[in-house]
């Protein structure tokens, strides 16, 4: 959440280049909150929208809705093949 980042300059942009791509390598997804205006053009000026790894969302309560549906459906388990089905194999 990056509500109260009011401004972001060179060395900030530059942990969080670091930071996404620490994240990416280990396979975590970075997603940030509320960012404010200001920030938000700083962030598209340097390209670093491209590369992150995860979404920007509007509200704190948006991300975690959003990403707790995501990870739901990612780890629900997948349906058996209908060939299972037909055989009785289930």
């Given at each position: 959440?990056?509500?109260?980042?009011?401004?972001?300059?060179?060395?900030?942009?530059?942990?969080?280049?670091?930071?996404?791509?620490?994240?990416?390598?280990?396979?975590?997804?970075?997603?940030?909150?509320?960012?404010?205006?200001?920030?938000?053009?700083?962030?598209a000026?340097?390209?670093?929208?491209?590369?992150?790894?995860?979404?920007?969302?509007?509200?704190?309560?948006?991300?975690?809705?959003t990403?707790?549906?995501?990870?739901?459906?990612?780890?629900?388990?997948?349906?058996?093949?209908?060939?299972?089905?037909?055989?009785?194999?289930?």
């Amino acid at each position: 959440m990056c509500s109260a980042v009011n401004a972001i300059d060179a060395s900030a942009l530059e942990s969080l280049e670091a930071i996404n791509h620490r994240l990416s390598d280990a396979g975590v997804r970075l997603h940030l909150s509320e960012v404010k205006g200001p920030v938000m053009d700083a962030l598209a000026r340097s390209h670093f929208l491209e590369s992150l790894t995860g979404k920007v969302f509007l509200s704190q309560n948006d991300a975690f809705s959003t990403l707790l549906v995501q990870t739901e459906e990612e780890n629900a388990p997948a349906s058996p093949p209908d060939h299972w089905l037909a055989r009785g194999l289930i």
